[in-house]
T-cell receptor, first 114, second 111 residues
Framework: DAGITQSPRYKITETGRQVTLMCHQT?????MFWYRQDLGHGLRLIYY???????DKGEVPDGYVVSRSKTENFPLTLESATRSQTSVYFC?????????????FGPGTRLTVT | TQLLEQSPQFLSIQEGENLTVYCNSSSVFSSLQWYRQEPGEGPVLLVT?????EVKKLKRLTFQFGDARKDSSLHITAAQPGDTGLYLCAGANNAGNMLTFGGGTRLMVKP
């Protein structure tokens, strides 16, 4: 299907485990973003990527790793999950990084770390 | 770090009422976007305002960007139950490569 997809939609993991959240877009958008959404904090940017093999930190990058070997994929890895990383994670893409450009969001992944 | 504060955080009104949501910052943004998010889904863009003082209308929704490009408002006229959702404002930094989101306003419109 065309658009932006995330998998899994729901994930429960234990503290200390490694978890990878997947994001795939079919528009060939240059920019991709990872956000986390928590009550009282809105959406906070974790990492973003301007193109394949180019990534940069956002507001809350600690504890996360990203890669972008292909334009269409932008996986987010929690190397050693902590309870504070329990959140809803959204991936987004944009044709350009310019603020005037619309960001298209995936449906989100609800992650619970026990 | 640029911060965006939205108010109110929660709003519960009856169908037919009018409402205004505010998005304020001490920082200047190159543009400001408003998104709406429904449960279990990602945010969807409603509008982008770019010029200070700009007003945009989308049916019963009116968006305004402050003259100094530090604040914005969303006004809904004659709210309907279908307007229920989480409204998020997001400001773009000067480089234009990052959005800063406000905390959101959760709106419930009762029939």
């Amino acid at each position: 299907d065309a658009g932006i997809t995330q998998s899994p939609r729901y994930k429960i993991t234990e503290t200390g485990r490694q978890v990878t959240l997947m994001c795939h877009q079919t528009w060939s958008h240059s920019y991709m973003f990872w956000y986390r959404q928590d009550l009282g904090h809105g959406l906070r940017l974790i990492y973003y990527s301007a193109a394949a093999d180019i990534t940069d930190k956002g507001e809350v990058p600690d504890g996360y790793v990203v890669s972008r070997s292909k334009t269409e994929n932008f996986p987010l890895t929690l190397e050693s999950a902590t309870r504070s990383q329990t959140s809803v994670y959204f991936c987004a893409s944009s044709e350009s990084g310019h603020g005037g450009g619309e960001q298209y969001f995936g449906p989100g992944t609800r992650l619970t770390v026990t | 770090t640029q911060l965006l504060e939205q108010s109110p955080q929660f709003l519960s009104i009856q169908e037919g009422e009018n409402l205004t949501v505010y998005c304020n910052s001490s920082s200047v943004f190159s543009s400001l976007q408003w998104y709406r998010q429904e449960p279990g889904e990602g945010p969807v863009l409603l509008v982008t305002v770019v010029t200070g003082g700009e007003v945009k209308k989308l049916k019963r929704l009116t968006f305004q960007f402050g003259d100094a490009r530090k604040d914005s408002s969303l006004h809904i006229t004659a709210a309907q139950p279908g307007d229920t959702g989480l409204y998020l404002c997001a400001g773009a930094n000067n480089a234009g490569n990052m959005l800063t989101f406000g905390g959101g306003t959760r709106l419930m419109v009762k029939p």
